[in-house]
């Protein structure tokens, strides 16, 4: 355990509404990058970390395949150990693959067919063939659809299976402690978490529904309690609250716990920040401009937020390790004010 602060932010000029960013290695030097959705220019930005908390500018691929460039997952799917990304497309109805080049560069985009209004995606290998596989949430159309992967950066058509009214965001786990990953989907339209168990042969359980607070908006999962079973949280946009649905490892769950936050969360991350081998969650308050850190206690309860100032219009939150200090760092897509904000923790 240590002292946790938090230094302020350093800003980083993305695209037009720079959403959702997420984490990886691009270049294959062993530092985590960045990668953003920039959903009103038609393309995904890479920042190249340099492996101590500073960032090169954005070099720019064209997503303009996509009417709204927004949800972003990375994964290795033509199996060429070079790390690729797939973009949802919030306003269409089809998701994109930039096949990775190992240099932060990409090929040209490929699309395949979703629902409507597939507003987030999430990359696993939910039939254990060693292949990434793509789940996204298709809010106009109320289910999840799989895409199974062909190893290649191609995938199969999508198999739907249901969920609850506008499914939005998207998180995987294996929560029946079965070694087959599972999908946590939160209903915004009917403030519930939807639960589809995988049998890890292309097919899933029938949803079981959890409540949460009033339009939730972001989902993550991990352990809050330290019993090894999977819990989940999520960021309640229309409540101000952070739930947490502690896990039973059978596929069902505790009635929610909440912790208030400030107004409009809609983004959530874990990470152990304070390096007390607890986890910890961070999300962010859209309309504050606010990232609220929650430092866990190990039994499911959390310390009162840490709150530090962020860009205008954080959409999303994410954590990576940006100064090879081996402790999480936090990352903030500023969509109103066209950056991403670094965080570097300290202790």
């Given at each position: 355990m240590c002292n946790f602060t938090i230094a302020p932010m350093v800003s980083y000029s993305a695209g037009t509404y720079p959403d959702m960013v997420a984490v990886g290695d691009f270049n294959n030097d062993n530092r985590s990058d960045i990668a953003v959705a920039n959903a009103g220019g038609g393309s995904m930005g890479i920042f190249l970390g340099y492996g101590n908390g500073n960032f090169a500018a954005q070099i720019t691929s064209s997503a303009s395949s996509l009417a709204s460039p927004y949800s972003i997952a990375v994964g290795d799917f033509n199996k060429d150990n070079l790390l690729d990304v797939v973009l949802s497309d919030r306003s269409g109805t089809q998701f994109g693959i930039?096949?990775?080049?190992?240099?932060?560069?990409?090929?040209?985009?490929?699309?395949?067919?979703?629902?409507?209004?597939?507003?987030?995606?999430?990359?696993?290998?939910?039939?254990?063939?060693?292949?990434?596989?793509?789940?996204?949430?298709?809010?106009?159309?109320?289910?999840?659809?799989?895409?199974?992967?062909?190893?290649?950066?191609?995938?199969?058509?999508?198999?739907?299976?249901?969920?609850?009214?506008?499914?939005?965001?998207i998180a995987i786990g294996d929560f029946n402690n079965d070694n087959r990953l599972d999908i946590a989907v939160i209903n915004d339209g009917s403030d519930t978490v939807s639960v589809l168990l995988g049998y890890g042969n292309k097919t899933f359980a029938t949803q079981m529904t959890f409540a949460t607070g009033s339009y939730p908006e972001g989902i993550a999962v991990g352990d809050f309690n330290n019993d090894n079973k999977l819990d989940i949280v999520t960021a309640n946009y229309g409540s101000s609250t952070v739930s947490v649905l502690l896990g039973y490892a059978n596929g069902t769950f505790a009635t929610q716990t909440t912790f208030a936050t400030t107004s409009n969360p809609f983004s959530i991350a874990v990470g152990d920040f304070n390096s007390d081998y607890q986890t910890d969650i961070a999300t962010v308050s859209l309309t504050n401009n606010i990232l609220n850190v929650f430092l866990g206690y190990g039994n499911g309860t959390f310390a009162t937020q840490l709150s530090y100032a962020t860009g205008t219009g954080p959409y999303s939150v994410a954590v990576g390790d940006f100064n090879s200090n081996s402790r999480p760092d936090i990352v903030v897509g500023n969509g109103d004010d066209l950056s991403v904000g670094v965080y570097l923790t300290q202790c």
């Open positions: 930039l096949l990775g080049q190992g240099n932060g560069s990409f090929r040209p985009m490929t699309t395949f067919s979703t629902g409507t209004y597939s507003y987030f995606i999430a990359v696993a290998d939910f039939n254990s063939d060693n292949r990434l596989d793509v789940a996204v949430a298709n809010a106009g159309t109320n289910n999840v659809g799989i895409f199974f992967g062909n190893g290649d950066g191609t995938f199969a058509t999508q198999i739907t299976f249901a969920t609850g009214y506008y499914p939005y965001g």
